[in-house]
């Protein structure tokens, strides 16, 4: 019975990482903060797979892992993220609560739906990637009023009902979505060593996964008819 609660144990481990992405928010320590947030992504992305090994929903009914997970992927994913934006003054500062704000009742809306991961893996909605968005505007350096209006757009997009690939339990091209994931998570750690001197070049190849994220994403929404590619 060890086993099922070491795997939960290894779930709200998250919540641990955010307090200390938190902590370096609050030091200005932005590197640092997403390097913990990366730890949590690696976190997350195994944690599944390891609860399905270890049969945790069958040998403790009476636990959620998955309100747990809905918890530390929230707070992670979304109140981190938006305390960053604020911090960080990433859009005009009489804006930074509004924006955060946005954020955080989109995503609270988003999370709520009894559809936001389907039955066949998908995220409905935009699924709530503001610790990706927020580390993409800070090494691009936008225009603060651009990043205004990008995070703005994209609290918008979590009301509208567009289905996006669930990566690591997709049946759509798993082995191709997943090799390109990899590459790009490497190509995201490389620019979080490299920050805040970050290489143009590494910028603009590892925007190659989401423009394919998203155009699959898209292409399978507007389908209709699912098949693998």
């Known amino acids: 019975m060890l086993a099922p609660w070491l795997v939960h144990l290894y779930t709200a481990s998250g919540a641990v990482l955010a307090f200390l992405a938190v902590v370096a928010l609050f030091d200005h320590d932005y590197r640092t903060a997403f390097f913990w947030l990366s730890l949590q992504v690696a976190v997350d992305a195994t944690d599944g797979l390891l609860a399905r090994r270890a049969r945790v929903a069958e040998r403790i009914p009476w636990f959620s892992g998955i309100k747990l997970d809905d918890i530390i992927d929230y707070i992670t994913y979304v109140f981190v993220p938006a305390l960053f934006v604020w911090r960080a003054l990433l859009v005009p500062e009489a804006w930074a609560v509004p924006v955060a ?12 739906r ?9 995220f409905t909605g935009f699924p709530s990637y503001w610790n990706i968005v927020t580390f993409y505007l800070l090494v691009a350096k936008f ?10 757009s ?14 690591s339990r997709s049946r759509v091209a798993p082995y191709l979505t ?14 979080l060593w490299q920050y805040p001197a970050v290489s143009r070049a590494v910028f603009l190849v590892s925007l190659i996964y989401p423009i394919y994220y998203l155009a699959l994403s898209f292409r399978l929404h507007f389908r209709s008819n699912l098949t693998p590619l």
Do not use: C, E
């Open 101 to 112: 704000g946005a954020m955080l009742l989109s995503s609270a809306y988003g999370f709520s």
């Open 114 to 122: 009894t559809d936001a991961k389907t039955t066949d893996h998908f």
């Open 143 to 152: 225009p603060a009023t651009i990043n205004a209006a990008i995070l703005v």
């Open 154 to 167: 994209l609290a918008i997009l979590v009301f509208v009902p567009i289905r996006y690939v669930y990566p």
């Open 178 to 191: 997943n090799g390109l994931g990899v590459i790009w998570g490497a190509l995201m750690l490389v620019m």
